[in-house]
């Protein structure tokens, strides 16, 4: 089994930065190949949706239109981490934030081609 842990939300200014990280572990890891790894976030009453993703090499990102411009998605497959990096937030980018992986190339905008999910870690923005 794969586990994901996200770390670095938090509570930030409207404008303000905030990096998400999302490190991959797990006792059969070694044996699993990370493919394509994304973020996907979950506001209260609202679905959840696509942010950002990366495929296996790096090569490739996607992201939601919403967030084009002020996040960056990156990777070090090395430590077996993917990073979000959020410039000038706003309040509407308050939510849940969850971190996902998938054996697939990638990238994927669509959930439910993702295999394992984090917990999530909060990010609100305030006005």
């Known amino acids: 089994q794969v586990q994901l842990v996200e770390s670095g939300g938090g509570l930030v200014q409207a404008g303000g930065s905030l990096r998400l990280s999302c490190a991959a572990s797990g006792r059969t890891f070694r044996t699993y190949t990370m493919g394509c790894m994304g973020w996907f976030r979950q506001a209260p009453g609202k679905e959840r949706e696509f942010v950002a993703a990366?495929?296996?090499?790096?090569?490739?990102?996607a992201y939601a239109d919403s967030v084009k411009g002020r996040f960056t998605i990156s990777r070090e497959n090395a430590k077996n981490t993917v990073s979000l990096y959020m410039n000038s937030l706003k309040p509407e980018d308050t939510a849940v934030y969850y971190c996902a992986a998938t054996q697939g190339l990638g990238p994927y905008r669509d959930y439910r081609l993702y295999d394992y999910w984090g917990q999530g870690t909060q990010v609100t923005v305030s006005s």
């Open positions: 990366i495929s296996w090499s790096g090569g490739s990102t």
